[in-house]
Nanobody, 123 residues
Framework: QVHLVESGGGLVQAGGSLRLSCEVS????????MGWYRQTPGNQRELVAQ???????EYPEFVKGRFTISRDDAKNTVYLQMNSLKPEDTGVYYC?????????????????WGQGTRVTVSS
């Protein structure tokens, strides 16, 4: 089974930092990319960071310069370092792994998700 387990969330004051971890049960090489998403009240889940197999990273504008995604392949772990946190960063953060699986019509993309870790930023 593929399991993703997030940790590191909590309560922090505005301007503070947190580091989230995502431990994966199998090698990260099995996936095309790893990512972090968040869900805030009243909003759809949104991408906050991703990293490809090549190591290329991508961030939306609202976290650039504040969030950094990284990976440790030896530990099957992906990290999200969050600095200069703002109250609007409050939400549940989910780890995501995207790979490919066989189907009757060929290979298709498959997403795997963790249970999430909650981040609360107070003003």
């Amino acid at each position: 089974q593929v399991h993703l387990v997030e940790s590191g969330g909590g309560l922090v004051q505005a301007g503070g930092s947190l580091r989230l971890s995502c431990e994966v049960s199998i090698t990260l090489a099995a996936f095309n990319r790893m990512g972090w998403y968040r869900q805030t009240p009243g909003n759809q889940r949104e991408l906050v960071a991703q990293i490809e197999k090549s190591g290329r990273t991508e961030y939306p504008e609202f976290v650039k310069g504040r969030f950094t995604i990284s990976r440790d392949d030896a530990k099957n772990t992906v990290y999200l370092q969050m600095n200069s946190l703002k109250p609007e960063d409050t939400g549940v953060y989910y780890c995501n792994a995207k790979g490919t699986v066989p189907s009757a019509t060929g290979w298709i993309e498959q997403d795997y998700w963790g249970q999430g870790t909650r981040v609360t930023v107070s003003s």
